[in-house]
Nanobody, 117 residues
């Protein structure tokens, strides 16, 4: 079993920044891909950004140019730096880890991000 614990959510005004972090109970060197997804009220969960074990990144169009994903395998963490936040970024953000082959998905409990004036 793998536990993922997110932190760093909160309330900010439009244009401000937040940094989310996720700590894995599993050695990150053994995790294929780590990433962030989000789910707004009434909407399906959607990809925000992912990063592979060789640090290849992938971003949703809505995140490109504003968000940056990173991982530190020595600390078993994945982080998401979110800049120039918009009200439409308001959602619960979930940490995800894909482990093994075929990969199994593991999820954190989610952290709320609210962007409003």
């Amino acid at each position: 079993q793998v536990q993922l614990v997110e932190s760093g959510g909160g309330w900010v005004r439009p244009g401000e920044s937040l940094r989310l972090s996720c700590l894995s109970s599993r050695n990150a060197f053994n995790i294929n891909t780590m990433g962030w997804y989000r789910q707004a009220p009434g909407k399906q969960r959607e990809l925000v950004a992912t990063i592979t074990g060789i640090y290849t990144t992938n971003y949703a169009d809505s995140a490109k140019g504003r968000f940056a994903i990173s991982r530190d395998n020595t600390k078993n963490t994945v982080s998401l730096q979110m800049n120039s936040l918009k009200p439409e970024d308001t959602a619960v953000y979930y940490c995800n880890a894909k482990i093994g082959y075929p990969p199994l998905d593991y999820w954190g409990q989610g952290t709320q991000v609210t962007v409003s004036s």
